[in-house]
C-alpha cells in the first residue's frame, strides 16, 4: 500500500487532524492481509516540513497536556507490517520523526532532515530525542537536537539515518522496490522480526533473547515455514500465503 501525505499548502505540516487520518489509514493497512508493506510518502516535492506551529503557539503546558496532542503518535509505532519511508525535500521537526516512526527510510538526494524545535524556544516531542539517538548515536543527535541543525540526504546516509539515496525523481520506485521485496517474504516471519526488534530496543538483552527465541519457535506451527524450508530442499521457489 501506498500512503500519501496530501497537504501541499502547509508543506504536509503534520496537524492533530492530519495524525489522526493518517492512523486511521494505516490501521485499516495493517488489518488488511492482502497489503504485506506500506509505503510512506509526501509526495514528490516534500515529506513533512514539521508539525503545525499555528496549531500550537497560543497553547499552555496545561492545555497541551489535556489535548494530549501527541498521543496519536503511539499508535503509528504500533503498526506490525513494514513501514517504508519515500523522502522527498524537507523532513523536519515532526516530518523527520514521523520518517523515524517507519523501520526503513529512501531518501532523494534532494532530501533534508533536522530536528530544529530548540530554535523555536521547545523540544521535539514526538520521538526525536529518542529515535535520533537510537539512529545516529547519542553525540551526533545532541548535535542535532542543541543547534537545529539540518543534514542532507548523503549525511544522513552517512550517520545511519536513511538506509538509501537516490535521484528525486526516483525515491518513491525505489521505496516500492523495497517494498515489494519485503512482501514476497512470508509475512508472519516479517511481523514476527519487526515485533522482536523493537521490543529488543526497550528491554536488556538477555529479555530481548528469550522474546525473540519464543517467536522463533513459534513460526514453526505456521505452513509458511513448512513451505520455506520444503521449497529449499526441493530447489524451488517458496510460495508463501501467511498462514
Known amino acids: ?15 492533530e487532524a492530519a495524525i489522526a487520518e493518517l492512523l486511521k489509514h494505516l490501521k485499516a493497512f495493517d488489518k488488511n492481509p492482502a497489503i504485506r508493506a506500506i509505503v510512506l510518502t509526501g509526495g514528490p516535492k516534500v515529506f513533512a516540513a514539521g508539525a503545525d506551529i ?19 503518535w503511539d499508535g503509528l ?7 517504508v519511508a519515500a523522502v522527498n525535500g524537507f523532513a523536519l521537526g515532526g516530518g523527520n520523526e514521523l520518517a523515524m516512526v517507519c523501520d526503513l527510510i529512501v531518501a ?6 533536522g530536528q530544529p524545535e530548540i530554535l523555536l524556544g ?17 553525540a551526533r543527535a545532541l548535535e542535532l537536537l542543541w543547534t537545529g541543525k539540518r543534514l542532507s540526504a548523503r549525511q544522513a546516509l552517512e550517520w ?10 526516483l525515491v518513491l520506485d525505489e521505496a516500492l522496490r523495497i517494498a515489494r521485496e519485503i512482501a514476497a517474504q512470508p509475512p508472519l516471519a516479517v ?43 526441493e530447489k524451488r521457489r517458496p510460495r508463501f500465503t501467511g498462514i
Not at 521535539?124 to 529515535?131: D, L
Request: net charge positive; proline share 4%; hydrophobic share 45%.
Open 1 to 15: 500500500a501506498i500512503c500519501t501525505l496530501n497537504r501541499p499548502e502547509a508543506l504536509n505540516a503534520l496537524c
Open 54 to 72: 499555528k496549531e500550537m503557539a497560543g497553547r499552555s503546558a496545561t492545555q497541551m497536556k489535556r489535548q494530549d496532542m501527541l498521543a496519536a
Open 77 to 83: 509505532a504500533k503498526i506490525s507490517k513494514p513501514l
Open 108 to 113: 532523494g538526494e534532494d532530501a533534508v532532515f
Open 122 to 138: 521547545v523540544m521535539p516531542g514526538a520521538g526525536g530525542t529518542q529515535r535520533l539517538v537510537r539512529a545516529v548515536g547519542r
Open 160 to 169: 545511519g539515518l536513511v538506509n538509501a539515496v537516490v535521484p528525486a525523481p
Open 191 to 233: 511481523r514476527a522480526i519487526k515485533a522482536s526488534v523493537t521490543a529488543g530496543l526497550d528491554t536488556k538483552l538477555l529479555k530481548g533473547l528469550r522474546q525473540e527465541r519464543r517467536r522463533f519457535y513459534a513460526l514453526f506451527d505456521t505452513q509458511d515455514q513448512k513451505e520455506g524450508m520444503a521449497a529449499f530442499m
